[in-house]
């Protein structure tokens, strides 16, 4: 195998959905960030039809299907204040992951380096250097009394001077996750418009990861938006699967100014050369719809209403957690739970951190998997998170109410 693909270990979402699929016990998964409900009706006919529809299952135009494009620009230029060209600043790809994935292959060469914040979502890394990038690591600092308390995500804090120090001539590119996974981080405008003014200074490009933009519970800012300046350097990326809750249909996106869009493009027409085409189509009807459903505002109170409804068992037990800013995330500080000494640590986690230990613990147990947070550290600061788990809560109320009542067998 090429070496870019054997020093690859395995992924800690087929990790955790095996050991959940191997497990005796029938396992309530809050681990990897799918959906326990179908996507709206609105969205699913939409499908169903353009299944039916000769045009829609063929191959779409590189860029993606014009409707969709068209949709994208008429639900986003308001935000972005501007009217974005569904022609040269919109680009479809499969899946927000895909379009990460095409915009470092569009920038990032042999020995560039690229800036992401940790914890990170994992794929960042295997993408960039994938592309023959060098990862530069920023930490994320945690609340001080996080261990102990319940504390809000946007107490994370990002030092800039930290990040100002990162910056060498090879800088080509920066990461930005917000809301973030796995924080729940919103980052606020005062501290988006601090990175963006260092990467004006530098001429860094900007990959804005804001897949989670529609699950905000605090004012939410896109970069993008804060100078002429900012948006001449940024692309920001946005998720079908996230917004109409179908992860499995792939389709992302990308908008940017034309100087930028064009490269992603051009990597994903050499990547994948278009992306899933009815798919694109229904995902085009759901953003020409959305408003008349009121689909934005009912997805995040329902997702809010979720989130608190689930966390109330942390209340209930005493247990600290990261109170998000943002997504479906929640990250959870377990240092209370105690690991029996005498069992027998199977392979995919005997010579992991404790949050590898503690999640095949708890789907042992109690028959609940969560994502063991490590995964999204480097090695050498892994210890900050070998304590937590992180639960997604984008499920039915019922499934939170039955893993509620599991967790309550910690006590
Ligand atoms: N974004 C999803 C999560 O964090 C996972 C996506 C993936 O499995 N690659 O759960």
């Not at 800690?12 to 699929?21: D, K, L, P, T």
């Not at 379009?99 to 060469?109: C, K, Q």
């Not at 809750?245 to 994948?272: D, E, M, N, Q």
Request: hydrophobic share 40%; glycine share 6%.
């Amino acid at each position: 195998p090429a070496a870019r693909v054997a020093s690859q270990r395995k992924d800690v979402w087929s990790i955790v959905n095996e050991a959940a699929a191997a497990s005796e016990k029938e396992v309530i998964n809050l681990g990897q960030g799918f959906f326990g409900y179908n996507p709206p009706d609105f969205v699913l006919n939409a499908a169903r039809e353009a299944l039916t529809r000769v045009e829609c299952n063929q191959y779409s135009p590189t860029q993606g299907r014009p409707r969709l494009r068209q949709a994208l620009s008429d639900s986003y230029s308001p935000f972005f204040g501007r009217k974005l060209d569904p022609a040269t600043e919109i680009t479809i790809t499969t899946g927000a992951n895909e379009g990460m994935l095409s915009a470092f292959m569009g920038f990032v060469e042999e020995g560039d380096e690229v800036i992401v914040m940790e914890p990170f979502f994992d794929q960042y890394i295997s993408n960039i250097e994938m592309c023959g990038g060098k990862v530069v690591y920023v930490p994320l600092h945690p609340p001080a009394k996080g261990d102990t308390e319940t504390c809000p995500a946007s107490d994370w804090t990002l030092e800039i001077s930290e990040l100002e120090a990162k910056i060498t001539p090879k800088t080509r590119m920066i990461v930005i996750n917000s809301p973030h996974n796995p924080i729940g981080k919103v980052f606020s405008e005062e501290e988006l418009r601090a990175i963006g003014e260092l990467c004006v200074k530098n001429n860094i490009i900007i990959l804005s990861d804001e897949v989670y933009d529609r699950l905000y519970y605090r004012p939410f800012t896109r970069i993008a938006t804060l100078s002429p300046e900012i948006e001449d350097l940024t692309l920001t990326v946005g998720s079908a699967g996230k917004n109409f809750y179908c992860t499995g249909w792939r389709v992302g996106w990308l908008i940017g100014k034309p100087h930028l869009i064009k490269y992603v493009s051009a990597a994903h027409t050499r990547i994948c050369f278009s992306s899933v085409s009815p798919l694109q189509e229904a995902i085009a009807i759901g953003l020409e719809q959305a408003d008349e459903h009121k689909f934005w505002e009912t997805s995040k109170e329902d997702m809010l209403r979720k989130m608190t409804r689930f966390n109330e068992v942390w209340k209930e037990l005493g247990i600290p957690y990261t109170e998000p800013d943002g997504g479906y995330f929640v990250l959870v500080n377990l240092q209370k739970v105690k690991l029996p000494e005498d069992i027998e640590w199977p392979e995919s986690v005997k010579d992991r951190a404790r949050d590898f230990k503690l999640c095949w613990f708890l789907i042992k147990e109690l028959g609940l998997a969560a994502i063991p947070p490590t995964e999204f550290y480097t090695k050498e600061n892994e210890k900050e998170a070998e304590n937590y788990l992180r639960f997604a809560v984008c499920k039915e109320d019922s499934v939170l109410d039955a893993a509620k009542e599991r967790l309550r067998g910690l006590k």
